[in-house]
């Protein structure tokens, strides 16, 4: 959690003070329980609609990653061998 922008910390006499900015944590709050997908595609090329379609899509593509990797095959070993050391 950022606090950068609504507490402040001050010291005073070896002991921590702590006040809160509640207008700027109320204006912090507006974008609780969001994500912005940030692009560098021009206005005209895609809208947001389609941004945020492609952003689904990226989680398909990684649990398919995923899952290649965590996922026991079961193929049965081939032996590859070349003919000059068969004799």
């Not at 702590?18 to 692009?39: F, M, N, P, V």
Request: hydrophobic residues 30%; charged residues 40%; aromatic residues 6%.
């Amino acid at each position: 959690m950022k606090l950068d922008g609504w507490v402040q910390i001050k010291e005073e006499d070896r002991t921590l003070k702590i006040e809160r900015d509640e207008e700027a944590l109320k204006e912090a709050s507006y974008l609780d329980g969001c994500y912005a997908i940030k692009t560098d595609l021009e206005e005209n090329e895609a809208d947001t609609n389609l941004v945020h379609e492609r952003y689904k899509d990226l989680t398909e593509v990684e649990k398919a990653f995923r899952d290649c990797k965590t996922v026991n095959l079961e193929v049965r070993p081939v032996y590859v061998s070349a003919k000059p050391h068969n004799k």
